[in-house]
């Protein structure tokens, strides 16, 4: 019997969160915000007390390092964004979607994030899933289906885990000591 595509997706989406589940073991709240080099994107609070990532358009040459804490919000900010142009009514701008401030919350969060991307998935048809019309407004999906964006979230699911894992053992080989 055929797989369907949704559930072939959804799957590829598990397979994805479980290497993120595996690096969370003892990620900690120094250990997010841990700068691997001198030249570093990360997350700060600004002036009301929100954790703002660092961000500049065009990314500057060479590309900074990246502190976990930055990825997980990238994480949060691409998903977020991907779920309320494909399945609500947009998204809040990018400085709007802010860090949860905590390893624990970043965690809570994407957890979030992706069981609602997997229950928005979940009953998809083939149509669904070839169709343009909900991928219309996304920054990023012009022209893409939305077979296109759910095949996409899943590589950069898997792009951004495997950064998290290489600066989580970057640290670990490193011996840095937490504050």
Known sequence: MAVARVDLLLKQVDIAWAL???????????????????HCWTVRQDERGRWVADWQVPEPDPVPALTIGWLTWHIGFWW???????????????EEITWPGTAAG???WLRDL??????QLAGLTDADL???ERTATLPWGEGMTLGDIAGWV???LTK???????????HGALGVKSA
């Open 160 to 170: 951004n885990v495997a950064e998290i894992g290489l600066v989580r053992n970057l």
């Open 114 to 119: 992706k069981a609602d991307w997997q229950k």
């Open 80 to 94: 977020t964004t991907t779920l309320g142009h494909c399945f609500g009514t947009g998204a809040p701008e990018r």
């Open 20 to 38: 993120f589940e595996y690096h969370l073991e003892g990620i900690d709240d120094d250990l997010c915000l841990w700068e691997p080099a001198p």
């Open 130 to 132: 070839d169709s343009t």
């Open 106 to 108: 970043a965690a809570d």
């Open 154 to 156: 899943t590589v950069e």
